[in-house]
Structures are given as structure tokens and as C-alpha cells.
């Protein structure tokens, strides 16, 4: 779990407790872990697909009537049934809702519920109606299901696999440095034999500084020069690697991730194979990707140094 928070940056953030034998057990351990705030949201974790407008609208709800839960209004016909599956009646499903989480509520006032309610309940709105306060729906989102059975997983990869078709960008980076006497060449973080590198204020790694600048650039957080200025001391001679952990850190506290990266150089001459296939690994220290691929190609008729295009 620790690793997981400090994965995606919510190391300083966010305090883990252990849950209770109950679900309500669990709620009232965080509320007691919790610190002094107007606010408490209470969400299932088996809810993936939370989204921030609709946790903006419970918030907005629950702060003019101090509680409010999600919901969508229910879509299949409703039958209550005896013991033995028998119909007793068609509820009119006009005024029904299917509850979710988030549930918002005036930190004081579900703790005080917690505190008086001792019956088994399936949510934290039912503790606040059982004391007497009025609970507000507002308008949840049927992509934002809970995660039960085998069959909502199937259903769960549909959401996903529709939230990554619009939510995917990609980005462009291209850098130029010429080759120079008295440099290591340095591409994708592997010192590579040569008998010129490529000139820079940093390690000169244009491989490197292209991937950041197309990282940066598809997630609209600016560019290379913003981030880490050729005139600014900090950076000189510093090791490329370096500056793409830092551009990572920045785009996962973002709520991005790199799913991909093609990278093409293109040289004075051929690159040398590095030892052991060293080239195969570029920048894989730094950067980890759903699918990698890597081009080498020369041309020995210009003379133009090293290009490097994302």
C-alpha cells in the first residue's frame, strides 16, 4: 500500500488505518484517525470510477445541507416479493434511486452518528437518517459502479477501455546537438564509445531531453527549457536521467502516465553497438512503458551532428 501511495505521489497526503469488522467499523476508524475539517467524503473502494466533477457536486450539496450521497435514479422495474418469490406488489419506481458513494457529510455530524448508532447498516447515510437528519441525493453517474461480482468486472474493462480511448494524448520532442571534442556520448543514459559527444549545458543526452520534451508537451505541463533552463547552474553537466525523474514526479502528480514511446535518432554516422545490448535499454531506467521501440538510422553524407525526434 505504502508503495502504491508513493507510486502516485500521495505519500505526505494520505494516512493508511486497518478497517473494522464492519464497514461502519472501518468508516469510524478513519474518522477517528481524521483531523479537524468541515467535510468528510466517505467512498467505497470497490468504486474505481469516481470522478472529480462528481465529487464536486456532492460537495457542493453537502455543504448546504450537511449530507448528501450519490445517486442515479433506478432504471429496471422494481417488485417486492414473500418469502417464497411470490410478488406482493410493483413499486412505483418513479421516486426510487440507486444509492452510491461518494457520501458527504459535516465531520460532526457523522461523528456523532457513528457514536449512536450500533445497528448494522450498509451505509453511513442510513446512520444520519437514524438520527434524525435529512440526507440529499445529487446526481451520481452509472459509470460509477461497484465492483462486486465477476460480472461487473467485464463491465469495469469497458469503462476503462473507453476512458483511455479519450483520454490518451500524445506529444512531440525534437532536439539538436552537435558533436564536439571532449564529450561523452551519451544516449538514453548509456555512455557509448565514441570519440566525440554531444555538446549541452547538461550531459547532452538529446535522446533523453526529446522523450521529456514530448512527455511534457502531451500533457500540456510546458517544455524542457521551462523546466530545467540551460542558464540556470543546478543543471550543468547534470546527468538527462536525472531531469526525466524529476518531468515523471510532475506528470504523476498530474494523474498521467507514459503508455508509449517511439524513438527515432538520426546520426553523422552509425551508432556503435553498445556492450552487451546496452542500446536495447535506453532510457528503460528511467522510463517504464506499456511497449517500447528503439530506430538507429545514419547517413554518412551530411554532416550534421546527432538530431533526435519524438
Not at 133 to 144: A, C, D, R, T
Not at 208 to 232: S, Y
Not at 249 to 260: G, H, I, K, M, P
Amino acid at each position: 500500500m505504502n508503495t502504491l501511495l508513493s507510486d502516485n505521489g500521495f505519500t505526505n497526503s494520505v494516512i493508511v488505518c486497518e478497517g473494522g469488522e464492519r464497514r461502519q467499523d472501518s468508516v469510524r476508524q478513519g474518522l477517528e484517525r481524521l483531523g479537524d475539517c468541515d467535510l468528510v467524503v466517505v467512498h467505497d473502494g470497490a468504486r474505481p470510477f469516481i470522478t472529480s466533477e462528481l465529487l464536486d457536486r456532492g460537495i457542493s450539496m453537502a455543504s448546504l445541507t450537511g449530507a448528501a450521497t450519490a445517486a442515479v435514479p433506478v432504471k429496471d422495474t422494481i417488485k417486492e416479493s414473500d418469502e417464497e418469490g411470490v410478488v406482493v406488489r410493483t413499486i412505483p419506481r418513479d421516486r426510487l434511486w440507486s444509492v452510491q458513494t461518494p457520501q458527504i457529510f459535516r465531520t460532526s455530524l457523522l461523528r456523532k452518528a457513528h457514536s449512536l448508532v450500533q445497528d448494522i447498516v450498509t451505509d453511513d447515510a442510513s446512520m444520519v437518517e437514524a438520527i434524525g437528519h435529512p440526507v440529499k441525493l445529487f446526481f451520481g453517474s452509472y459509470s460509477n459502479i461497484k465492483i462486486t461480482t465477476p460480472e461487473d468486472l467485464a463491465i469495469a474493462d469497458a469503462i476503462m477501455n473507453r476512458r483511455a480511448n479519450t483520454s490518451l494524448r500524445s506529444g512531440i520532442g525534437f532536439d539538436v546537438h552537435p558533436l564536439v571534442q571532449g564529450r561523452a556520448l551519451v544516449l538514453g543514459g548509456i555512455t557509448i564509445p565514441f570519440e566525440k559527444g554531444l555538446a549541452g549545458h547538461s550531459d547532452g543526452d538529446g535522446l533523453i531531453h526529446a522523450v521529456i520534451d514530448a512527455i511534457l508537451g502531451a500533457a500540456a505541463l510546458g517544455d524542457i527549457g521551462t523546466h530545467f533552463p540551460p542558464g540556470d547552474d543546478r543543471y550543468k553537466g547534470v546527468a538527462s536521467g536525472k531531469l526525466l525523474h524529476i518531468t515523471l514526479e510532475l506528470l504523476r502528480s498530474n494523474r498521467w502516465r507514459v503508455t508509449f514511446v517511439d524513438a527515432t535518432i538520426l546520426a553523422e554516422r552509425p551508432i556503435p553497438e553498445a556492450p552487451h545490448g546496452q542500446h536495447t535499454r535506453v532510457a528503460r531506467r528511467h522510463i517504464t512503458t506499456d511497449r517500447r521501440l528503439r530506430k538507429r538510422q545514419g547517413d554518412n553524407n551530411r554532416r550534421f551532428g546527432i538530431y533526435r525526434a519524438r
